[in-house]
């Protein structure tokens, strides 16, 4: 069955860094745009920032542009987030996606498998 299993959350201070990698498994990766989504209690699960199938496309959410970069690698099933100058902000659970398509796509029903989530805390 398909997993993507994401890891690299955890505790930071405002201004650090964290890299986010997700490991996929089960499926085609490559035949799958992926994206990164973050949400807060109580609130949607919004995209952060999202990659072609190919990595050759990127969109970032406006409050992330020049802090978050979207990576993959498609010979080892896995696709990244690195995440430099938190902000307290920042803080949510977040999750990778994955979505039979070419380009990104926005809508979080789209996406047709998740991961468990990671913990980011930025602390201020």
């Known amino acids: 069955q398909v997993q993507l299993v994401e890891s690299g959350g955890g505790l930071v201070q405002a201004g650090g860094s964290l890299r986010l990698s997700c490991a996929a498994s089960?499926?085609?990766?490559?035949?799958?745009?992926m994206g990164w989504f973050r949400q807060t209690p109580g609130k949607e699960r919004d995209l952060v920032a999202g990659?072609?199938?190919?990595?050759?496309?990127?969109y970032y959410v406006n409050s992330v542009k020049g802090r978050f970069t979207i990576s993959r690698d498609n010979a080892k099933n896995t696709v990244y987030l690195q995440m430099n100058s938190l902000k307290p902000e920042d803080t949510a659970v977040y999750y990778c996606?994955?979505?039979?398509?070419?380009?990104?796509?926005?809508?979080?029903?789209?996406?047709?498998?998740w991961g468990q989530g990671t913990q980011v805390t930025v602390s201020s």
């Open positions: 990659l072609s199938w190919d990595g050759g496309n990127t």
């Open positions: 089960g499926l085609t990766f490559s035949a799958y745009a």
């Open positions: 996606a994955a979505v039979r398509a070419v380009a990104t796509v926005a809508k979080a029903t789209r996406y047709d498998y």
